[in-house]
């Protein structure tokens, strides 16, 4: 059931046919339109208005794009993350100039925090008015810039078939990420001679794909000579399409993996050589793996602060192998002994080959110690929680049933919070592209938006929707939206009453000070909102559930239905935390599984 896409925009574009000379002249307007037909987009997300119209009018005719009407100009740019994720392919979203662009400001920084290509085509005042604060005029090609790949503008028809091929280049090679392409009034009216494939003048863009073979024999040798190795698999893995390719080196190496919030998926949590996920709510197998290792191979990882903890106590024993597909990020935070700058996609079967041939040399080393310490921290510290002690539900347990229900066919996506970090932990991930969430800017209110554009990319899957009470009231109009075009995602909101998160950190380090954290959602008289009647209201079918021995039934519910949005509202307890935890600002060593409460994981045998 695989979705994923070999072809990049380029190669979309190299190979499609121009038109014949003599070809009636267009209006840049209809350029945008034949354009990215000729790129092979199939779905978009928009919302209208003053300065795109011109553009809106074209794609009415469109024989093979799909509009979808949004109800938020962020929920666009989730959406077309959300499709991306799925798909392989690059997301598209459409907004007016002004308040519209300046909406999709959070996603595409959503964006480019975790790599997903994305093209944002926004419209703009005309060219002759830039710069008069004219009504509903905002630079957003500026405000962009340290948020895409690229941000590009049209002033003139004539270059609009260029500069949206350029996008989708830039958004889909290399580093993916979103590319924006703000166009005047004035190029989207403006007539012009449409011919395709286009010249593309992208100077000095040429991602590295392939490693250097120096670098790739150094680091076989440190992982070949290592007795204590970790592959540290980032989310770069997904977005390069290796995870066949990490199997084969896992298999060869006999090393363990831990896999970041952003790669859950690429590799199997069923696989013994997972450790879990590692950093501030990681598992303590991959924790103390990655403290205690000689040596610790980062794929496609770009030792995020969360991952690490304080850097300078991180993995201190350890020599790095980095390989990332961004020069940018080698030895950006800790220094890489040996570093590869290339595409994990040809990178990973360089490397395997070459540990292969050292093993034939030399023999494979004796992983056997390394691994009793592991399995020894395994057995004492799996992954589990503590039901609360006041009646309600408890929302690891919902979540865990979920993703057991359902399956690792499905799709999971999560808002921000403690109902993310559950997710990540309880749901087991099989495959790539299974779980998608908002890691490196932790955005609110991503989960329902991007469950609808994962939904359209992979119509087939059952798409869940985990999402905290917080998180839901900041999209929820997006049901809307999902309801219109018959978009069937599941919504499961961990309805604790609370900001979760939050509120966890008042507990443990604000004397349990709870300003401004309660939302009035679930444990009162009055519900407001009532979700359910919300849900209803919207078209949806709706649900509650209000303790643990009606979870199955209610998920049993919920499956049975595809032809509309299904919400369920688990009323779930405010007092369940996030274990284990390192608290900000300490060293990983310093992780607690419970309150007041370290491991002993002391590795000497």
Known sequence: MSTESTATPATVAASTSGLQSGAPRITGSEAVIRTLEKLGVTDVFGLPGGAILPTYDPLMDSKTIRHILVRHEQGAGHAAEGYALVTGKVGVCIATSGPGATNLVTALADAHMDSVPMVAITGQVGSKVLGTDAFQEADIVGMTMPITKHSFMATTAEEIPRLLAEAFHIAATGRPGPVLVDITKDAQQGLMDFTWPVDMQLRGYHPVVRGHNKQVREAAKLLAAAERPVLYVGGGTVRAHASRELADLVRLTDAPVVTTLTARGAFPDSDPHHLGMPGMHGSVPAVSSMQEADLVVALGARFDDRV????????????????????????????????????????????????????????????????????????????????????????????????????????????????????????????????????????????????????????????????????????????????????????????????????????????????????NTGHDTVRIPDFVKLAEAYGCAAFRCSGDEDVDETIRKALEINDRPVLIDFTVSPDAMVWPMVPAGVSNDAIQVAKDTSPDWNTEE
């Open 308 to 519: 690490t903890g304080v850097v300078d106590s991180f993995a201190q024993k350890a020599k790095i192998i980095h390989v990332d597909v961004d020069p940018a990020e080698i030895s950006k935070i800790r220094f890489a002994d040996v570093p590869i700058v290339g595409d994990l996609k040809s990178v990973l079967p360089e490397l395997t080959e070459a540990v292969a041939e050292l093993h034939r040399e030399n023999g494979a080393p004796d992983l056997g110690g390394w691994w009793a310490v592991l399995n020894r921290i395994k057995e004492e510290y799996p992954l589990g929680y503590v039901p609360t002690d006041d009646g309600l539900g408890s929302p690891q347990y919902v979540i865990q049933r979920i993703g057991q229900l359902t399956g690792p066919e499905a799709v999971y996506v999560s808002g921000v919070g403690q109902h993310q970090m559950w997710s990540a932990q309880f749901i087991e991930y099989e495959r790539p592209h299974q779980w998608l969430n908002s890691a490196g800017l932790g955005t609110m209110g991503y989960s329902v938006p991007a469950a609808m554009g994962a939904k359209v990319g992979n119509p087939d899957r059952v798409v869940w929707a985990i999402d905290g009470d917080g998180c839901f009231q900041m999209t929820n109009q997006e049901l809307a939206t999902c309801v219109l075009n018959q978009i069937p995602i599941k919504i499961a909101v961990i309805n604790n009453s609370s900001l979760g998160m939050v509120r966890q950190w008042q507990t443990l380090f604000y004397d349990g000070r709870y300003s401004n954290t309660h939302l």
